[in-house]
């Protein structure tokens, strides 16, 4: 079974449209993360939700939104996609802070064409 | 401000032979201080984690890292490689401030020739 699981795994798409990637955790997990980790492997925290209440929006386009329905659900949506957007997308969850380990998903690799 | 700082982006060791990657970090506060593996088209996974107490930590696949708190290091080792370790290592450290969060060095990635 999968602890962390996203869809797609890749995403392929124009400039300007709009995108969802999902997130899915069975762990039971309080606390869940969006990182986008660039071309160059560097992995930067975009969002973190714990208990579905936002608690860390870093310096992120408001093309980004996410959205947590339930604590084991944290969505990615992505309005008026640029080249600039395109990164590997990784969800991750942890029992309660980042001073735990993090249980990350396989990744989305986005590309905007 | 926190950071993580692994100062090599490449590393090549043959199979068999020892690793160490470095890795410094910057935080005000005792760090809670975490090694990643990164295997092509995988997400992350935790190879290890410093909070307190000893400052050698064992973890999974036979790697260990020593905590230098004078030389601000989390340097990860392994005594002999496999060609199977190959993969992206990431350094990092949990923050407070502004919300928990793990802050990540720029990663090293390891080659492992025959």
């Known amino acids: 079974d999968t602890a962390v699981s996203q869809t797609p795994k890749y995403l392929v798409t124009q400039m300007g449209n709009d995108k969802s990637i999902k997130c899915e955790q069975n762990l039971g997990h309080d606390t869940m993360y969006w990182y986008k980790q660039d071309s160059k492997k560097f992995l930067k925290i975009m969002f973190s939700y714990n208990n579905k209440e936002l608690i860390i929006n870093e310096t992120v386009p408001n093309r980004f939104s996410p959205k947590s329905p339930d604590k084991a659900h944290l969505n990615l949506h992505i309005n008026s996609l640029e080249l600039g957007d395109s990164a590997v997308y990784f969800c991750a969850s942890s029992q309660r802070t980042a001073n735990e380990k993090l249980f990350f998903g396989s990744g989305t690799q986005l590309s905007v064409l | 401000a926190q950071s993580v700082t692994q100062p090599d982006i490449h590393i090549t060791v043959s199979e068999g032979a020892s690793l160490e990657l470095r890795c410094n970090y910057s935080?005000?506060?005792?760090?809670?201080l975490f090694w990643y593996v990164q295997s092509p088209g995988q997400g992350l996974q935790l190879l290890l984690k410093?909070?307190?107490?000893?400052?050698l930590v064992q973890g999974i696949k036979g790697f260990e890292a020593e905590f230098k708190r004078s030389q601000s290091s989390f340097n990860l080792r392994k005594p002999s490689v496999h060609w199977s370790d190959a993969a992206e290592y990431f350094c990092?450290?949990?923050?407070?401030?502004?919300?928990?969060?793990?802050?990540f060095g720029a990663g090293t990635r390891l080659f492992v020739k025959a």
């Open positions: 410093y909070f307190s107490g000893d400052t």
């Open positions: 935080y005000g506060a005792t760090p809670y």
């Open positions: 990092a450290v949990g923050a407070q401030g502004g919300g928990f969060k793990t802050i």
